[in-house]
């Protein structure tokens, strides 16, 4: 069992691709099944050097580990000089000298007559050479009977061979095209399952032409529906992210990710939530829905709360510890992130914004904000921060329960209600009214942290009374 994710290096790793080579690696890892990475970069024009980057790391972040690979196409050029060489010795590829103009006209005059564009076979039983003329080189396509494959998502699928022509499978300066280089590939590489998108479907005949020719044996072919976003439309950047990489920028969890990726077109009951071992065990590709599925970026978030919430929170710091680099923040100095992941989680949607909303325990707080400061630290404001600051500087134990106990106390002492005490003191903490609850908040900020920002909250509290 053997299977390949086969990406053209031209753009993003975007979201169908990556739902593919999940497809593909769960498939490989389900059936104790080898799972290649194949970088199709014939296309020299399209191709980038960025795109495989992108590709690479897209693979490397959701932790799709492949066994062999990455291959290159473009480091297999002779492989595929060799094969069309041979096919042309076989009589089953032939030298076309046909101008392109020739090709516009027949092409032409073919839509003229409603007909559907193919070659005429004008150099199918020999040529001669024309002087100057670099010819391509076409496959001898059958020019009876169908092609019959039974699709592992589709089903059953037959085309008559009338409705093929000869392809092309090397340019005039011997370049091969990728329905040729994809059908070496994968019999080199023994590839027994070629899970794609089904873009791919109208392909999949004229391939399996190219193997019967090469004597190979067909591997099974699985043809995955496309994508649509939330408007019933094809997939595309319109829809904001599509690029897996920029998942990551935005904050999400590789898990989540995956576990989205899964239900796109396959479902296991009514069950949301898999584990990547769960979609292993589970996972059956004939049993991938034929139709379009669309993409939710509120089911998205959902999932990403949820592994945020349930994963090991050492498990999410690990992936934390990527967004303060980016934001230049040091984790370094402040809670630990497993201790931090355990109080944002649910209070954020991605690890973006726990990043955005955390710089407070790990930086000094710069102004007030206006609002909070008017509101919340008013001369009335004074003895409760005194009194909480006074207790605070007395406690040992720097953790939740006791700190939630210290606030408490303090209210019941001054006979005031919580807030009175909670909403100065968050102020006080965080230069804003939003944080988590206070005794967590006072938890991450720290023992040091807290009381000398209690301080400077007193003063503030104190030179405004004093300017009335
Ligand atoms: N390289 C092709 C693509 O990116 C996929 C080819 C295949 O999987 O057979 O669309």
Redesign the pocket.
């Given at each position: 069992m053997r299977t390949r994710f086969?990406?053209?290096p031209t753009g993003y790793l975007h979201v169908g691709?990556a739902r593919t080579a999940l497809f593909c690696y769960l498939e490989a890892r389900a059936r104790n099944g080898v799972f290649i990475l194949r970088i199709?970069d014939t296309d020299l024009e399209r191709s980038t050097p960025e795109s495989v980057q992108a590709i690479l790391d897209g693979m490397e972040w959701l932790g799709l580990d492949y066994d062999e690979g990455p291959f290159y196409q473009t480091q297999r050029f002779d492989r595929y000089a060799d094969v069309v060489q041979q096919l042309l010795d076989d009589g089953r590829a032939y030298h076309c000298y046909c101008s392109k103009e020739r090709i516009e006209g027949i092409r032409e005059e073919q839509m003229k007559a409603g007909l559907k564009p193919r070659y005429d076979g004008h150099c199918r039983d020999g040529a001669e050479a024309v002087a100057g003329v670099k010819p391509v080189v076409r496959f001898r396509n059958p020019h009876q009977g169908d092609v019959v494959f039974d699709d592992l998502v589709r089903g059953r699928i037959s085309i008559s061979n009338t409705e093929l022509d000869d392809l092309v499978i090397a340019r005039p300066d011997g370049s091969p095209t990728?329905n040729f280089t994809?059908v070496v590939d994968d019999m080199d590489m023994k590839v027994s399952l070629?899970i794609?998108?089904d873009d791919?479907i109208n392909n999949t005949p004229r391939q399996i032409n190219i193997y019967q020719a090469l004597g190979a044996e067909l591997p099974d072919f699985a043809h995955v529906p496309m994508i649509l976003g939330d408007d019933g439309a094809r997939l595309s950047k319109r829809h904001g992210a599509v690029g897996v990489l920029q998942y990551r920028e935005d904050g999400y969890l590789p898990q989540a990710l995956l576990n989205y990726l899964v239900r796109l077109g396959w479902s296991h009951g009514d069950q949301e939530v898999f584990s990547l071992q769960e979609m292993i065990e589970l996972f059956d590709i004939r049993q991938v829905n034929r139709k379009a599925s669309a993409f939710s970026t509120d089911k998205l978030d959902w999932l990403n709360q949820h592994y945020m919430k349930t994963l090991p929170p050492a498990e999410v710091a690990e992936h934390l510890v990527w967004y303060f680099e980016k934001a230049g923040i040091n984790p370094e100095k402040g809670p630990s992130l497993a201790d931090l992941v355990s109080v944002q989680a649910d209070r954020v949607k991605t690890l973006r914004e726990m990043t955005d909303q955390s710089r407070v325990f790990y930086e000094d707080i710069g102004d007030f904000d206006a609002g909070a400061a008017k509101k919340h630290l008013r001369p009335v404001a004074e003895q409760p921060l005194r009194a909480i600051g006074n207790r605070l500087a007395d406690l040992e134990i720097w953790e939740p329960e006791r700190l939630d106990q210290v606030v408490r106390i303090t209210a019941e002492e001054l006979e005031v209600g919580m807030g009175k005490i909670a909403q100065p003191l968050r102020v006080a903490l965080t230069g804003t009214a939003i944080s988590p609850s206070i005794d967590k908040t006072l938890w991450l900020v720290g023992r040091e942290r807290s009381l000398a920002r209690i301080s400077r909250a007193l003063e503030y509290v104190m030179a405004r009374a004093a300017a009335v």
């Open positions: 086969a990406p053209s691709g199709e990728y994809v070629v794609r998108g791919h």
